[in-house]
């Protein structure tokens, strides 16, 4: 049974959806509500409750022009600005610190023979969440539709590993980034399979402060090789952990959102919920 933030989700991803396909005609309170089946002051407030912001606000945040405004006005070296955020409410300001540790070629080739995996289901404030984790950090977070399936792209990462459906301290703090309080959050350590070029990439990624957001190209020029655009997208197209590794942070030069392996509604969610997060 759904719980009931899943349910909530499910009704502003259905708004966001419509705010999205239709920002150009910037659609007013009464004609989203309708669209949900909910009363114009019903929607009103449970969307400011899961967003933090308005959905007059938040249809700014997830407009082409928005997005090309917050491009437009970053600094020449983006990474250079600080990982930070402010608790929803205060002025408080909290680092996080993911740190990744790639897997030795013996973990990367043999399918994760000698290791024990620990995984468990969660629902958050963008849906159903599959965390999974090493003794030595998170290696896959993915969000899901249907369980089975989540777990069977898990195993396909690591074949050969020892599976036990467990909640540990790892995955329980890596959790505390979808909370609106973040005293709780402790250094997160990710403990990763892929190739130098991956774990550059996802490096950078990290890079990018919440609420800001960056391109392909990007990205490629921060890495020092400024024509591998193509390259750098497939490698956030394999990132395995959602949310903590900002994939959803990376546009198209124009300003459009793109894909996103989680989805695209998903995506803009995240985008808006972050832009309302910094900025309450």
């Not at 409410?89 to 909290?94: E, K, P, V, W």
């Amino acid at each position: 049974m759904n719980t009931q933030e899943e349910v909530n989700y499910q009704r502003i991803a259905k708004a966001i959806d419509y705010i999205k396909t239709h920002f150009k005609n910037q659609p007013n309170l009464d004609e989203v509500a309708e669209k949900v089946n909910l009363s114009p002051f019903h929607f009103q407030r449970l969307f400011t409750e899961w967003a933090g912001v308005s959905p007059k606000k938040f249809l700014q945040y997830v407009s082409v022009n928005h997005a090309k405004s917050l491009l437009q006005t970053e600094q020449a070296n983006l990474f250079d600005v600080a990982f930070e955020t402010g608790l929803s409410g205060t002025s408080r300001l909290h680092d996080l610190f993911v740190n990744i540790e790639g897997m030795t070629p013996a973990e990367y080739k043999n399918g994760g023979i000698e290791l024990t995996i620990n995984y468990s289901f969660s629902a958050t404030h963008f849906g159903n969440l599959l965390t999974a984790s090493t003794a030595k950090g998170i290696c896959y977070m993915a969000f899901y539709e249907d369980k089975p399936s989540a777990f069977t792209l898990l195993k396909a990462k690591f074949p050969n590993a020892k599976y036990v459906e467990k909640l540990d301290g790892l995955q329980q703090n890596a959790s505390f980034i979808f909370q609106k309080d973040w005293s709780k959050l402790n250094e997160v350590k990710l403990h990763l399979k892929g190739t130098d070029f991956q774990l550059k990439v996802w490096e950078t990624l990290l890079k990018i402060p919440m609420g800001k957001l960056s391109t392909y190209g990007k990205l490629a020029n921060e890495i020092g090789n400024p024509n591998a655009s193509r390259a750098v997208g497939t490698a956030i197209g394999s990132n395995p952990i959602a949310f903590l590794i900002p994939c959803h942070r990376v546009i198209q030069s124009s300003g459009t959102f793109g894909g996103y392996m989680w989805g695209n509604t998903r995506k803009t969610a995240i985008i808006g919920w972050e832009q309302a997060f910094v900025s309450g």
